[in-house]
T-cell receptor, first 117, second 115 residues
């Protein structure tokens, strides 16, 4: 089946530093990847849609200069949280849509727990 | 615009009892509907999906859901709950706009299973 990995699974960083999270589709090509943020006991909030070879599309209210997304290949997208602050602490989940896949079908990564101290 | 409503943020059942998690949607286009399960500190796992065709959809772990257009519902059921079913469940509808196929998620339902 389609597998999506994320690295790292957990990261702790100091306030003001930047953190990069990788999302990889392991056994399929993903022209589109999605980045979500999930607060404790809440649903997933879509942050941005990442398309290979083009600029990401950010959802309303998401700062594109703070959450940098790069989709450099058909199997890799990265999310960089710049100048992280404690309020950026959250669970970040990526998903990938297989090229030619059914409408809406996404495969999710295991998530990355970011803690900013 | 698409939206999803999950009735009941918490559902508690006894082991062996019927599981019923409710999901209602609104969609301006024929909907594609999904149920995902999330265990603590993990990503989402697809339980089942409805795209077209048969309205009763069977998924993994004994779950099934029925698409009812007249009721705009896609409720998730399982005849007999197991302790391992305790998790968070999310219903989602595909945003049919553009080419990006975004998912619109409900708020989630936490299922507790007690002995």
């Amino acid at each position: 089946g389609a597998v999506v990995s994320q690295h790292p699974s957990r990261v702790i960083c100091k306030s003001g530093t930047s953190v990069k999270i990788e999302c990889r589709s392991l056994d399929f090509q993903a022209t589109t990847m999605f980045w979500y943020r999930q607060f404790p006991k809440q649903s997933l909030m879509l942050m941005a849609t990442s398309n290979e070879g083009s600029k990401a599309t950010y959802e309303q209210g998401v700062e594109k200069d703070k959450f940098l997304i790069n989709h450099a290949s058909l199997t890799l997208s990265t999310l960089t949280v710049t100048s992280a602050h404690p309020e950026d602490s959250s669970f970040y989940i990526c998903s990938a849509r297989e090229s030619g896949g059914a409408r809406g079908e996404q495969y999710f990564g295991p998530g990355t727990r970011l803690t900013v101290t | 615009a698409q939206s999803v409503t999950q009735l009941g943020s918490h559902v508690s059942v006894s082991e062996g009892a019927l599981v019923l998690l409710r999901c209602n949607y609104s969609s301006s286009v024929p909907p594609y509907l999904f149920w995902y399960v999330q265990y603590p500190n993990q990503g989402l796992q697809l339980l089942l999906k409805y795209t077209t065709g048969a309205t009763l959809v069977k998924g993994i772990n004994g779950f099934e859901a029925e698409f009812k257009k007249s009721e705009t519902s896609f409720h998730l059921t399982k005849p007999s709950a197991h302790m391992s079913d305790a998790a968070e469940y999310f219903c989602a509808v595909s945003d049919g706009s553009g080419g990006y196929n975004k998912l619109i998620f409900g708020a989630g339902t936490r299922l507790a299973v007690h002995p």
